[in-house]
């Protein structure tokens, strides 16, 4: 596994602070059907933003949800879902609740060596957004998205800046 590069800018969340995020589907995968514990301060965080509508602002597109919606059907992931007691309808529920849609964004000036992430990249860098991905086609990626005032990162580097002390820290 290849060593990831040490953070240029951390990031850590305080309450006057506004980030937008773009999530990827394997992250939203991973907050709502695989409930990776890692993610956790991240996934209280989105569930408290979509309240109080504060810290993080999650956006995606139409595009982007019914990408999810196809991949909740592949049949390795229904059958994780069907382990878990995790119904589809209840993870498109707290996307589309904690999710802000947005128009999709023009092509970013840049092209993403997977396709399907192109989307993801272009709304990013439309929005100045940080991508959480953990795809290395996207990761590859973020000398270019912060030309853009945008950046890439793992969630778990993501988590890890944002909440250096641990999720009670950003609450303190």
Known sequence: ??????PRAPLVLVR????????DTNIVLDLFVFDDPGLAPL??????????????DWISTPAMRAELQRVLAYPHIA?????????AANVLAAFDAQARMVQAASKAPFSCKDLDDQIFIDLAVAH??????????????EKRLETRSARALTAIVFVVQSWPLGPAASTA
């Open 1 to 6: 596994m290849p060593e990831l590069e040490a």
């Open 16 to 23: 006057d602070t506004h980030t937008v995020l773009v999530l």
């Open 43 to 56: 996934k209280a965080a989105l569930a408290t933003a979509a309240l109080h509508k504060a810290e993080l």
């Open 79 to 87: 059958a994780r879902m069907q382990r878990g007691a995790i119904d």
């Open 128 to 141: 100045g957004a940080t991508l959480l991905s953990k795809d290395q086609a996207v990761l590859c990626m």
